[in-house]
Every structure is written in structure tokens, then in C-alpha cells.
């Protein structure tokens, strides 16, 4: 009964490569984020979506495409990966209607993704 | 655009000694949220403070929201190893009908015996 969830949680692959991290909150919630946690700890907001419709993005090089199918479900697909982007990537949910919402942001476990 | 900063970067107390973050923003904000992340795992939402000069309490914990509400602090007071992890306040920034939180630079808590 995990509120938000991702998968997979570890991702080692080469550079170059394409790959796809997804979440899914079961909370009912309106807005969907992915986070990006660097190696030194700083969290940084890449997208969110309200109701499938994005609401923020960030610089995020455009190698990132996020797409959420319905409002539980917000999926990352990266292409070319490169070694700057390995990172912790974490989905996160909150109530509200995006924009207005003041509700406390819930997280997934994270996934670890490194570049060789 | 918005910064948000947290001194200290690290701090290594040993148990029972107490512990104080602070978050500072660059911007007017809204409101504030702290977030607790332990070792290996994700951010946990702590509290949230709306009003200028609030101050809420959880436990050992105090949250305190500045007067000109850019800024704020958490204390733990007598830490002990299970407060171990990092602590990120998130300031949001309203602009028209739109707002953003923006997460501080955290702060790295060590407590040893």
C-alpha cells in the first residue's frame, strides 16, 4: 500500500543509452513533481504536473520528456544519457490544484540512477 | 531566481546536544515547509509555517518563521541518533496564481554517542 511509488529503484547503464524511471501514487492526488538529488544533496524541481497538464519546467535539457497518462501515473523518459546525469531522481505528490497547491509534497523511495 | 540557503551545511553534535538549522531566502515568502531526509531515503514532510514570526512545536522540535518571513529555523533540542539525516526547509514563492517551492540547500545532521 506504498503512496508513491518508483520503479526501478536502481538503474546502472551506459551512456548513450535511453531509459524510463515511472511513478505512481495511489493518494488521489492532484499534482505529480520529479525531483533531481544531486550527489551533494541539493533537490531540485525538474517538472510538475496538475491533472496530466504540465505545470513547471525547469532548464531541463530537453533529452528529459515527462509524461503522465492519467494523474496518478508520471513517468520520466531520458534519452542519451549522459554521466552528468547520474543522480537520485524522486517522484513526489501533493494535493491541490497545482499552482494554489499549499499541501505537503510526498515522496517516492527514489531512483538511483548511475552512468558508466 | 529564488534562492534558498541553509547554514550550516554539516553539523556533528554528540547525543544530547542541541542542534539549529537556519533557511534564508532571497524572496518574500508564502509559506515554509521542512522535510527530513535520512540516510538513504526520502524527504519526509515535517511541518509547515504560514504566518509571520509562527512558531510550532513537535516534540524536541521548534519551527520558527521569521517576521519578514524570509527566514526560519528549526532546533532539536538534546538530539539523539535517531534525528540523524538531513533537514531541508522549502520556501514557496507565490507569483499571480502561480507558486513554486524551491527546497534550501540542507543541512547534514551527524549525532554519535
Known amino acids: 500500500d506504498t503512496a508513491v511509488s518508483q520503479t526501478p529503484k536502481y538503474l546502472v547503464t551506459q551512456m548513450g543509452n535511453d531509459k524510463s524511471i515511472k511513478c505512481e501514487q495511489n493518494?488521489?492526488?492532484?499534482?505529480m513533481y520529479w525531483y533531481k538529488q544531486d550527489s551533494k544533496k541539493f533537490l531540485k524541481i525538474m517538472f510538475s504536473?496538475?491533472?496530466?497538464?504540465?505545470?513547471i519546467n525547469e532548464t531541463v535539457p530537453n533529452r528529459f520528456s515527462p509524461k503522465s497518462p492519467d494523474k496518478a501515473h508520471l513517468n520520466l523518459h531520458i534519452n542519451s544519457l549522459e554521466l552528468g546525469d547520474s543522480a537520485v531522481y524522486f517522484c513526489?505528490?501533493?494535493?491541490?490544484?497545482?499552482?494554489?497547491?499549499?499541501?505537503?509534497?510526498?515522496f517516492g523511495d527514489g531512483t538511483r540512477l548511475s552512468i558508466l | 531566481g529564488q534562492q534558498v540557503m541553509q547554514i550550516p551545511q554539516y553539523q556533528h553534535v554528540q547525543e544530547g546536544e542541541d542542534f539549529t538549522t537556519y533557511c534564508n531566502s532571497s524572496?518574500?515568502?508564502?509559506?515554509i515547509q521542512w522535510y527530513k531526509q535520512r540516510p538513504g531515503g526520502h524527504p519526509v514532510f515535517l511541518i509547515q509555517?504560514?504566518?509571520?514570526?509562527e512558531v510550532k512545536k513537535q516534540k524536541r522540535l521548534t519551527f520558527q518563521f521569521g517576521e519578514a518571513k524570509k527566514n526560519s529555523s528549526l532546533h532539536i533540542t538534546a538530539t539523539q541518533t535517531t534525528d540523524v539525516g538531513t533537514y531541508f526547509c522549502?520556501?514557496?514563492?507565490?507569483?499571480?496564481?502561480?507558486?513554486?517551492?524551491?527546497f534550501g540547500t540542507g543541512t547534514r545532521l551527524q549525532v554519535t554517542l
Open positions: 513526489a505528490s501533493s494535493q491541490g490544484k497545482g499552482f494554489l497547491s499549499n499541501q505537503p509534497q510526498h
Open positions: 493518494l488521489g492526488h492532484d499534482t
Open positions: 504536473y496538475n491533472n496530466k497538464e504540465l505545470i
Open positions: 524572496t518574500t515568502l508564502s509559506n
Open positions: 509555517l504560514v504566518k509571520s514570526g
Open positions: 522549502a520556501g514557496r514563492v507565490r507569483t499571480g496564481t502561480a507558486s513554486k517551492l524551491t
